[in-house]
């Protein structure tokens, strides 16, 4: 049982190319989420999704899509990369039954520098 | 508008000494208040949900607390391995899948 994986763990990318982080849950949980940490700053929301086939907007959603390939996978793509997103992005995933209710698991991380 | 305010930013501390973290909210319709551990490059990982004021929950050196306008984290004793970032957030409002975090607490225990 791994949880919740994420590739890569780091990456650097220079301004104006794009890429897409990976995650992966294996806990059957319906509900992912993709945020952004950054220094001083709490984890921010950037898109989630709340069952497979569907995505909705997070907190700073501008600049990313998303794709719920199935349960299992959420990906997160960066069109057009800006310095503005350089950051550590954290997928999670959501606990259905009630002994595990709303608590969220999540994977090591990626970081991201773009030049 | 939602918010969740941590402090003290970073507490330095000598093993045994006891503290407390605070977290205070300012949300509306509160579905449950949560704290994580962070360690240096890795991602939070759970320590207890509080849905109500009143309710306190305990792990080893740990015990968290809530009112309706803040949360505290209680550490009695901390050991050097207690060292770490404490990230506190919050659920509210109708839709389940809008958590809020604070900035958290950088926790430094010195033996």
């Known amino acids: 049982n791994a949880g919740v994986t994420q590739t890569p763990k780091f990456q650097v990318l220079k301004t104006g190319q794009s890429m897409t982080l990976q995650c992966a849950q294996d806990?059957?949980?319906?509900?992912m989420y993709w945020y952004r940490q950054d220094p001083g700053m709490g984890l921010r929301l950037i898109y989630y999704?709340?069952?497979?086939?569907?995505?909705d907007k997070g907190e700073v959603p501008n600049g990313y899509n998303v794709s719920r390939l199935n349960k299992r996978e959420f990906s997160l793509r960066l069109e057009s990369a800006a310095p503005s997103q350089t950051s550590v992005y954290f997928c999670?995933?959501?606990?259905?039954?009630?002994?595990?209710?709303?608590?969220?698991?999540f994977g090591p991380g990626t970081r991201l520098t773009v030049t | 508008e939602d918010q969740v305010t941590q402090s003290p930013e970073a507490l330095r501390l000598q093993e045994g000494e006891s503290s407390s973290l605070n977290c205070s909210y300012t949300?509306?319709?509160?579905?449950?208040l949560f704290w994580y551990r962070q360690d240096p490059g890795k991602g939070p990982e759970f320590l207890f949900t509080?849905?109500?004021a009143g309710e306190e929950k305990e792990k080893e050196r740990l015990k968290a607390t809530l009112t309706k306008k803040e949360s505290f984290l209680h550490i009695t004793a901390p050991k050097p391995e207690d060292s770490a970032t404490y990230l506190c957030?919050?659920?509210?409002?109708?839709?389940?899948?809008?958590?809020?975090f604070g900035s958290g607490t950088k926790l430094n225990v010195k033996p």
């Open positions: 999670a995933s959501r606990g259905d039954l009630p002994e595990e209710l709303n608590r969220q698991y």
């Open positions: 509080l849905y109500s």
């Open positions: 999704s709340a069952s497979e086939g569907t995505t």
């Open positions: 806990m059957n949980h319906n509900s």
């Open positions: 957030a919050v659920q509210a409002g109708d839709n389940f899948n809008k958590f809020y």
């Open positions: 949300v509306s319709g509160l579905r449950g």
